[in-house]
């Protein structure tokens, strides 16, 4: 018990530092050295596509989503990955989707609205936030079946990183 709350607990700073960084970034690059028309706002200068932290990865069955969520009133823009609409409308019945390095065996994690999860049970649940976890590893994969068991679960979609 004691392991699992330590477990998130350290997901939770993960995730919290994951979603800090872009809107940090996007704050200094909203902040110009002249004053910003009135209709500008934060958003639009941190939903560029130089801010996009997965351009430079070859995606097969991902895209990359930009998205807003205020979990505890404080708004956070956030850059992640989702499964593309032709893979989000695939027929899934039981198992889990989960995200899996191939070449370490190393599992990452979902975020589910504001909290970092293993393994989720819908395909538009499917949201990878974990900028670290996908640079550190050549090749990752959303698969889909039981975790326990990744080498025998489908591979659904994957992000392979250019060097």
Same mark, same amino acid.
């Given at each position: 018990m004691i392991r699992r709350t330590a477990l *998130?607990? #350290?997901?939770?700073?993960?995730v919290t530092a994951a979603l800090a960084l872009p809107l940090t970034q996007g704050a200094q690059a909203a902040t110009p050295n002249t004053a910003a028309p009135a209709t500008t706002t934060p958003a639009a200068a941190v939903n560029s596509d130089n801010d996009n932290p997965f351009?430079?990865?070859? #995606?097969? @069955?991902?895209?990359? &989503?930009? +998205?807003?969520?205020? /979990?505890?009133?404080?708004?956070?823009g956030f850059w992640s990955l989702v499964l593309t609409k032709d893979v989000a409308q +695939? &027929?899934?019945? @039981?198992?889990?989707?989960? =995200?899996?390095? $191939?070449?370490t065996g190393e599992f990452s994690f979902f975020l589910d609205t504001d909290i970092a999860v293993?393994?989720?049970?819908? $395909? @538009?649940?499917? *949201? #990878?936030?974990?900028?670290e976890? #996908? *640079?550190?590893? /050549? *090749? =990752?994969? =959303?698969?889909?079946g039981n975790p326990g068991q990744p080498d025998r679960a489908r591979v659904v979609a994957s992000a392979t990183t250019l060097m």
């Open positions: *998130r607990a #350290l997901t939770t700073v993960a351009r430079r990865m070859e #995606l097969d @069955g991902l895209r990359a &989503d930009f +998205q807003f969520m205020c /979990p505890t009133g404080h708004c956070v +695939q &027929d899934f019945d @039981g198992g889990k989707f989960f =995200v899996y390095a $191939p070449a293993r393994t989720v049970d819908h $395909p @538009g649940q499917v *949201r #990878l936030v974990d900028t976890f #996908l *640079r550190s590893h /050549p *090749r =990752v994969e =959303v698969r889909y």
